[in-house]
C-alpha cells in the first residue's frame, strides 16, 4: 500500500519569513495530492491540492510543487503569518473514490 | 461548498457501553464515506471506507466487529464502537466523497470519545 512520509515535524519560522514542507509517497499510481491545516479539535481543512498531471500550482501566499519522477511534493507557505501555526497534513491518493493516505504532520508555529 | 456534519461533537460513556457516531453529508450526496481516528498529536489513520448499499472495506488491524460501519443512505454513514474500552478513547473523524467530483474529501468536525 501507500506509503507516506513528511518532513519535518516540527518546524519554527519568524512572522514573515518562508516555510516549507516536504512530503515523499511510494505508490506510483497515486495521482492527487491534498494538504490539509489542522487546529487542535478541529477538522481538517483543505489548503491547497495538486494533480499529477502538473507540477506546480499556486494560490496567493500558498504553493505546491510535484515532483512524479522522484515521488515528492513539497508545500511552500511565504509571508508567514501567526494565523498560519497549525498542523499541516500533506495526503496521497489514486484519486476518484480511493482512500487518502496521510503524512504524519507538521506543527508549523509562526513567532512573531 | 460541501458540508459534512458529525453527531456527538463530544461523548463520555462507561466501559463496556457501546456509542454511536453519525456522520451526515447534508448538502451533496455521498457515495463514499471514509472514517478515520486520530491520537492526539498524531496523523489521522483511516479505519475504514463505506460505501453506500455495502459492506464497508476495513484497514488492516481495525477489527469490523468491534467498529460497526452501516452507509444506509447517500447522506448517513453510521461508526458504532462496540463494547468501548478506555483504549478506544480517540478524536473519530468522518469524511464524504461525491461521485464524480473530483478526489477531494470533505471532512466532519469530528466527535471527542472518551471512555472511562
Known amino acids: 500500500g501507500e506509503n507516506v512520509e513528511q518532513h519535518p515535524s516540527t518546524l519554527s519560522v519568524q512572522e514573515g519569513d518562508s516555510a516549507v514542507i516536504k512530503c515523499t509517497y511510494s505508490d506510483s499510481a497515486s495521482n492527487y495530492f491534498p494538504w490539509y491545516k489542522q487546529e487542535l479539535g478541529k477538522r481538517p481543512q483543505l489548503i491547497i491540492d495538486?494533480?499529477?498531471?502538473?507540477g506546480e500550482k499556486k494560490d496567493q501566499r500558498i504553493a505546491v510543487t510535484l515532483n512524479k519522477t522522484a515521488k515528492h511534493f513539497s508545500l511552500h507557505i511565504t509571508e508567514t503569518q501567526p494565523e498560519d501555526s497549525a498542523v499541516y497534513f500533506c495526503?496521497?491518493?489514486?484519486?476518484?473514490?480511493?482512500?487518502?493516505?496521510f503524512g504524519t504532520g507538521t506543527q508549523l508555529k509562526v513567532e512573531l | 461548498g460541501a458540508v459534512v456534519s458529525q453527531h456527538p461533537s463530544r461523548v463520555i460513556c462507561k466501559s463496556g457501553t457501546s456509542v454511536k457516531i453519525e456522520c451526515r453529508s447534508l448538502?451533496?450526496?455521498?457515495?463514499?464515506m471514509f472514517w478515520y481516528r486520530q491520537f492526539p498529536k498524531k496523523s489521522l489513520m483511516l479505519m475504514a471506507t463505506s460505501n453506500e448499499g455495502s459492506k464497508a472495506t476495513y484497514e488492516q488491524g481495525v477489527e469490523k466487529d468491534k467498529f460497526l460501519i452501516n452507509h444506509a443512505s447517500l447522506t448517513l454513514s453510521t461508526l458504532t464502537v462496540t463494547s468501548a474500552h478506555p483504549e478506544d478513547s480517540s478524536f473519530y473523524i468522518c469524511?464524504?466523497?461525491?461521485?464524480?467530483?473530483?478526489?477531494?474529501?470533505?471532512f466532519g468536525p469530528g466527535t471527542r470519545l472518551t471512555v472511562l
Open positions: 495526503a496521497a491518493s489514486r484519486g476518484g473514490g480511493n482512500k487518502l493516505t
Open positions: 469524511s464524504a466523497m461525491a461521485s464524480g467530483v473530483g478526489s477531494e474529501q470533505f
Open positions: 495538486i494533480r499529477s498531471n502538473v
Open positions: 448538502d451533496f450526496q455521498a457515495t463514499t
